[in-house]
Every structure is written in structure tokens, then in C-alpha cells.
């Protein structure tokens, strides 16, 4: 069996190009990136979203290095999940990103409507919660 020695090349997708940690001329991004071979044509249903770490060579352009990409589409919103239940990221600024998402009010009204057994279904209103840590800080 002979190795298929085609250079291949990541082709990016979207507007999804987000660098978020850096140090010297190396940084990590998010991006939605196909890997296509010398010749071939992008095509983005084959694209997938992936975390890697780039470099910079002197010349300008960026070398992939280490990375991956998600196996599923359920992936970066576990991903997310796990990050924000394991106290990574300031609340702030994770609600500050929430809040301008088209579904934040509805799914702040209707928190409790899982199946959490604090909530019973109860309609949930986020200044309610406030007063109570309030209280609590102050007692």
C-alpha cells in the first residue's frame, strides 16, 4: 500500500476565526476548517470546527500544529458545559455573552422546567435569584 504524499492545506469556512490565547508566535484558535488536498475543492458540509494550536513563521503565514476537531456536533456545546460547570471563565462575562442570545430569555423563564427536582416548573425569574444571593451576602 502506497502513502498518498499530496500536500493538503486547511481551507476555512464562515467568519468563525477566534483566537483565544496567544503567547509569542504561537496561538490556539477556534475555526471551521476543511483539510483539502492539492487540487481538491472545498467543500464546507465536510468542514468541521476544530481547536489547534497555530504558528507564525517569520514569512507571515501560519503553520497548523497540534489540534482536533469535534466528533460530533454535540461536542463544543458539551465542551462549553464542562468548562462553565468546572468554574472556568468570569460569570460576568459569560452572562454578559449570554444575554444577547436570541433564546436567553426564554430559557431564563423556564430554567426550572427540566427535570431539576429544585425547580418543580416553577416560572423562574432571574431577579428573584438576585435578591436571594443578596440576602444571603448580607446575613
Known sequence: MA?????VSPIKFGDLDVTFDEKGSTFLALRKIQWCKE????DETLSRLELRKWRVQSDGTERADKGFAFLTPEGP???ARVLVSEGFGSTKDILNELRVREDFKDAVE??????DPVGN????????????ISEEETA
Open 110 to 115: 423556564h430554567i426550572n422546567d427540566d427535570d
Open 121 to 132: 416548573g416553577e416560572y423562574f425569574d432571574m431577579r428573584t435569584l438576585l435578591e436571594e
Open 3 to 7: 502513502f498518498d504524499n499530496t500536500p
Open 77 to 79: 456545546h458539551e465542551l
Open 39 to 42: 487540487g481538491e475543492t472545498p
